[in-house]
């Protein structure tokens, strides 16, 4: 299952990338990808994320780049 | 991003009066000279300073505000003022620059495929004949009626139920030259209806039409990344650390370890590091690149669908092209007529007699031969109809009032029927179709699929570009050498089943793994390029496939990783031409970026270089970078 999702007000390559490997390594994930052009976070799942992985996904993003909205498309 | 700018040239101003200060007055007390320094300081970088202890406190250390914080705070403590100011100062101009750059990056691509329609007007029966109303083109169901006024974009691909016009479909196809369009004519969304009011019935939903499927294609395509953009993700989150700790090293051990050697002296040398160690113009110039070469590649009508496949591309050295539908319109038309004993006309009669109720490509050609010759009303009552696939047709028809046994075919089906052809022994490029009437001879009709005329500039190209070429086809070995030659293709495999042509792939990737030369990380790649339709396992097997005409065909979009949207196969060598420019500029930027960033290192460490040099090679280097990216986007028009 693919989501995708906007980050908002993401503007340093770098935090992007330390956003994707982070995602990356959460449980539950299959792959995630930032594309820092397009400013969109794709992630791969088995099944519906549910709302802490969610949760837990945010949290990563936030760390890195706390003023970045996370919204779903 | 206004207010940024503000506030650096107002810390800029105080910062220049600082050192104005500092240069000219030498009563000025220490203090208030650190004082107005201090506030230049703070203005500039009070947010990079917040930034930086809250993502300590979130424990995340190694970021670029850390680094920045760090590298200043201890210009500050070493009385190095100025400089201290300049790192804050020019890390946030740089800051505002690569945003600056991004921002327009973004949105010259959304430019580009600015193609989503805002609005569709929508046809309905009103109580006083129809009624148009306008609404999202997400709401218009197919088989609805839309009105299309000149000017408008198309909203959603249909049929055009009335109404003639000229529609511009340069968006999609880079084509600009304007398309007819008539009752009858399918036309795509993202096309731009130029001349005449159209109404046009809806064939697909939205979600589904061509404008929603290449926008949701190139929007995507920065996700499937190419081995460079990941390595340099990978290396920068080593870089950093690296370069960190050795400056730590920098400052502590020499003092300890040399006599002589001053701490503070050490510690500026560090400070350079930390402001060095700054990852971002690698970051960020490389998928910036990238977006440009496929940004440029979909102005010219070639979707690319990951900079994955740019990189594969640009190290191509095998094209395997598939001959029918790629090089060759892929419609067949009959070439010549060679009756023996009959008039020409009935020579045709009789075999589109034959072939009447066939669907083979062929037999269409033959009935579309006759029927330009106003020949189908001489045949009538076909009956007896026998195909044998990979022989021919016999069937028993009435040609000119007259009944007789047709028999049209290979030289195969002849043999069967106890003929002996006397002509066309040596026929060249095409397919031969004996025709006998009644157990004797009438001769034979060369059937022929034309080349398209920019195939043979296609192979030159890639030639041209040290692509070797291949062309694979199902056809007769005659008619594909014939072909060949005549576009100076190097290698030619015949007669092959749909099977075949993946085996045939294999083989060639098998050649190209084998004949690696020593030292290099890869192999030569392998392109396909066929129509997309029935290419599909062979499309996937390559290390890049490439479907042809695109525009209108889901099965295409769908299979391959780059899609050509209209059919001119000189889009080859240019998407190649765009890979290899690309792969050129993202070498280049890395190549420049770490060579400064390497040279002020050991500049720095060994006290050469002052904490101006390092800031050019921090954001200096990022905005260079980033330029240079931008040419990425430009495409040669030919």
Not at chain 2, 83 to 102: I, P, R, S, W
Not at chain 2, 375 to 388: M, T
Request: proline share 4%; net charge negative.
């Amino acid at each position: 299952m693919k989501k995708t999702y906007l980050l908002e007000g993401l503007c340093c390559a770098n935090c992007a990338a330390k956003i994707e490997t982070g995602i990356n390594k959460l449980d539950g994930i299959d792959k995630a990808t930032i594309s820092f052009l397009t400013s969109k976070l794709v992630i791969e799942t088995a099944e519906e994320p549910s709302k802490e992985l969610l949760k837990k996904i945010e949290k990563v993003v936030h760390k890195v780049e706390p003023d970045v909205e996370m919204k779903e498309i | 991003m206004k207010r940024r700018i503000k506030r650096l040239t107002a810390a800029g101003a105080v910062f220049a009066a600082a050192c104005l200060l500092r240069t000219f007055s030498a009563e000025v007390p220490e203090l208030a000279e650190l004082a107005v320094f201090l506030a230049a300081y703070l203005m500039a970088g009070y947010k990079v300073l917040r930034k930086a202890a809250r993502n300590i406190l979130r424990g995340s250390v190694f970021d670029e505000n850390f680094l920045m914080a760090v590298a200043s705070i201890g210009a500050f403590c070493i009385g190095e003022y100025p400089e201290a100011v300049a790192v804050m100062l020019f890390y946030q101009v740089g800051e505002c620059f690569e945003d600056f750059a991004v921002g327009k990056s973004r949105k010259s691509i959304t430019d580009l495929m600015n193609i989503r329609p805002d609005s569709a007007n929508l046809l309905e029966a009103g109580a006083d004949g129809e009624l148009v109303r306008q609404v999202s083109p997400e709401e218009v169901p197919a088989g609805s009626l839309i009105l299309v006024r000149p000017g408008e974009k198309i909203p959603l691909d249909g049929i055009v139920e009335e109404g003639t016009s000229l529609v511009d479909t340069a968006a999609l196809t880079g084509e600009s030259v304007p398309r007819d369009v008539e009752t009858g004519s399918e036309i795509l969304s993202g096309c731009i209806n130029l001349s005449g009011v159209l109404k046009v019935r809806v064939t697909k939903p939205f979600g589904e039409s061509t404008v929603s499927k290449i926008l949701d294609l190139v929007e995507n395509a920065t996700m499937k990344k190419a081995r460079t953009e990941n390595f340099i993700t990978r290396f920068a989150a080593v870089y950093t650390p690296v370069v960190v700790l050795a400056a730590v090293v920098l400052a502590v051990a020499p003092p300890l370890l040399v006599e002589g050697a001053v701490f503070s002296d050490w510690l500026y040398r560090a400070l350079n590091f930390l402001v060095v160690s700054c990852p971002c113009a690698l970051v960020i110039s490389v998928p910036l690149s990238f977006f440009g070469g496929i940004g440029g590649a979909s102005r010219a009508g070639i979707l690319v669908k990951g900079s994955s496949y740019l990189e594969l591309m640009a190290q191509a050295k095998i094209a395997v092209l598939d001959k029918t539908g790629t090089l060759t319109r892929g419609v067949f038309h009959v070439e010549t007529l060679h009756p023996v004993n009959v008039s020409e006309d009935f020579l045709l009669k009789a075999a589109a007699a034959a072939e009447m109720h066939s669907g083979h490509p062929i037999a269409q050609s033959l009935k579309r031969a006759a029927e330009e010759r106003g020949l189908l009303s001489a045949v009538s009552s076909i009956d007896d109809v026998n195909e044998k696939a990979g022989f021919g047709v016999t069937a028993m028809a009435e040609v000119d009032g007259r009944a007789c046994r047709i028999a049209a075919g290979n030289r195969k089906l002849m043999a069967e029927e106890g003929i002996k052809p006397t002509h066309g022994e040596a026929e060249p490029a095409g397919t031969v179709v004996h025709v006998a009437v009644d157990g004797s001879y009438a001769g034979y009709i060369l059937i022929a699929d034309q080349l398209k005329p920019d195939a043979e500039e296609a192979v030159a190209g890639l030639r041209a570009q040290g692509v070797q070429t291949v062309m694979l086809t199902g056809d007769s070995s005659e008619a594909a050498h014939a072909a060949a030659q005549k576009l100076g293709i190097d290698r030619v495999d015949s007669q092959l089943l749909p099977g075949d042509k993946v085996e045939k792939v294999e083989e060639l990737l098998a050649g190209l793994e084998g004949g690696r030369e020593s030292g290099t990380k890869h192999r030569g790649r392998l392109v396909f390029v066929g129509d997309g339709i029935n290419d599909a396992p062979v499309l996937a097997r390559a290390d890049v496939g490439i479907a042809m005409g695109g525009l209108g065909s889901d099965a295409a979009i769908e299979a391959a990783d780059i899609v050509i949207m209209n059919d001119e196969p000189s889009k080859i060598p240019l998407i190649m031409e765009i890979s290899r420019k690309t792969m050129t500029i993202v070498r280049q930027n890395i190549v420049f970026a770490l060579g400064i960033k390497l040279l002020v290192l050991m500049l720095s460490a060994i006290g050469y270089a002052n904490m101006w040099m390092a800031v050019f090679a921090d954001v200096g280097v990022s905005v260079l970078a980033i330029i240079n990216s931008f040419r990425a986007m430009s495409v040669k028009e030919k």
